[in-house]
Nanobody, 124 residues
Framework: QVQLVQSGGGSVQAGGSLRLSCSASGATLSNYFMGWFRQPRGKEREFVAA??????STYHADSVQGRFFISRDNDAVYLQMNMLKPEDTAVYFC???????????????????WGQGTQVTVSL
């Protein structure tokens, strides 16, 4: 079990950029397969991006492909969000996967530990 702490987010106009960070309190994330999810108001939580524990593979949802980029170092996982759209408005969560493998990286059930969430608001 790992306690995840998020930072970043906020409000931006369409076309702008934001960067989210996720670190572990009192621990390292280096052994975890990590993901980012988001939950628009009134909708279900959805997969955004994921990255293997060693950074060797990354995955992005079709809706953010080419605009959002997940990355990591020994201390944190990041989500760089470019060309933001109003439909990207949501609460964003980082999460640590239960297992090392890439299997079902998009599935919420695969993730055991979650960050506190951070609001991203994109206006026209």
């Amino acid at each position: 079990q790992v306690q995840l702490v998020q930072s970043g987010g906020g409000s931006v106009q369409a076309g702008g950029s934001l960067r989210l960070s996720c670190s572990a309190s009192g621990a390292t994330l280096s052994n975890y397969f990590m993901g980012w999810f988001r939950q628009p108001r009134g909708k279900e939580r959805e997969f955004v991006a994921a990255i293997r524990w060693n950074g060797g593979s990354t995955y992005h949802a079709d809706s953010v492909q080419g605009r959002f980029f997940i990355s990591r170092d020994n201390d944190a996982v990041y989500l760089q969000m470019n060309m933001l759209k109003p439909e990207d408005t949501a609460v964003y969560f980082c999460a640590a996967k239960r297992h090392f493998s890439d299997a079902h990286y998009y599935a919420i059930r695969e993730y055991a530990d979650w960050g506190q969430g951070t609001q991203v608001t994109v206006s026209l």
